[in-house]
C-alpha cells in the first residue's frame, strides 16, 4: 500500500540524479565537519545543498533538472579528465612533459636526450631546452 503510494506520488517527478548524489554527498560532509568540529556554521551550511537536493528530486519541471545535470556533469568531466591527464603523465617514465613559451601549448618530449632544440608543432617557435 504504501508503495503504491509512493509510486503514484513520485510519477512525473524528476527523481534522483548525479547531481543529487554529489549534493546529498556535500551536506553529509558538511554535517560531519560540523559534528566534530563542534562549529554550528557547518551544520546550517550542510541544510543547503540537502534541501536542494530534494527540490531536485522531487520536482516536476524534469527539462530544467535534466539541463542542470548535463551542465554539471559537462563541468565535472572536466575535472575527471585533468585528473586522468595528471596520471597518465605521472605513470609516463619515459617522457618528459614542458610547456612552449609561445602558445603554452603541452609537448611531450624522449627523456635523457640532453639539450636539444624544439619546435612547436602548434605556433612553431623554437626553443633550447635540457630534457
Given at each position: 500500500m504504501i508503495r503504491r503510494w509512493l509510486s503514484r506520488f513520485m510519477m512525473g517527478r524528476y527523481g534522483t540524479d548525479i547531481l543529487s548524489?554529489?549534493?546529498?554527498?556535500?551536506?553529509?560532509?558538511?554535517?560531519?565537519?560540523?559534528?566534530?568540529?563542534?562549529?554550528?556554521?557547518?551544520?546550517?551550511?550542510s541544510y543547503v545543498p540537502l534541501a536542494y537536493a530534494i527540490f531536485r528530486t522531487l520536482s516536476r519541471q524534469t527539462a530544467k533538472r535534466y539541463a542542470e545535470n548535463q551542465k554539471f556533469l559537462s563541468w565535472f568531466r572536466g575535472i575527471k579528465n585533468w585528473f586522468s591527464r595528471k596520471k597518465a603523465r605521472s605513470k609516463d617514465t619515459d617522457h618528459c612533459f614542458i610547456k612552449c613559451p609561445g602558445c603554452h601549448q603541452t609537448l611531450?618530449?624522449?627523456?635523457?636526450?640532453?639539450?636539444?632544440?624544439?619546435?612547436?608543432?602548434?605556433?612553431?617557435?623554437?626553443?633550447?631546452r635540457k630534457v
Open positions: 548524489l554529489v549534493l546529498l554527498c556535500t551536506a553529509l560532509v558538511l554535517s560531519l565537519v560540523g559534528q566534530f568540529s563542534r562549529l554550528w556554521i557547518f551544520l546550517l551550511l611531450r618530449l624522449p627523456k635523457g636526450k640532453g639539450r636539444i632544440t624544439i619546435t612547436c608543432p602548434k605556433c612553431r617557435t623554437s626553443f633550447v
